[in-house]
């Protein structure tokens, strides 16, 4: 979990969204889940608030758990794994191919 943060670009590693690819919105490290732009889709039924305002379906992003997305390499163009390096006293996420994630 440690290794995805907010603003990361993420593949979807299975489910509905299998192989979407998106940046990560939101993390929820106590529940272990994220939230990635474009996958996990769910419809929101909203009912009207105010008068003049309609309600209807809306999409938006469901969360789902981090262990099912993996960080997206452009090097290697495809998700990995990281380990991690310190470099100027700080933890940096590395590529097996060498590409430094921060």
Known sequence: MANIKT?????????NSKGVQGKVIAVSPKENKVLVEGANIIHKHVKA???????????????????????Y????NKGVRVHHTVENGKKIRVCKCGHKFD
């Open 7 to 15: 603003g990361d670009t993420v593949v979807v590693l299975s489910g």
């Open 49 to 71: 608030r105010r008068q003049g305002e309609t309600g209807g379906i809306v999409d938006a992003e469901g969360a789902m758990y981090a262990d099912k997305v993996a960080l």
């Open 73 to 76: 390499c452009p090097k290697c």
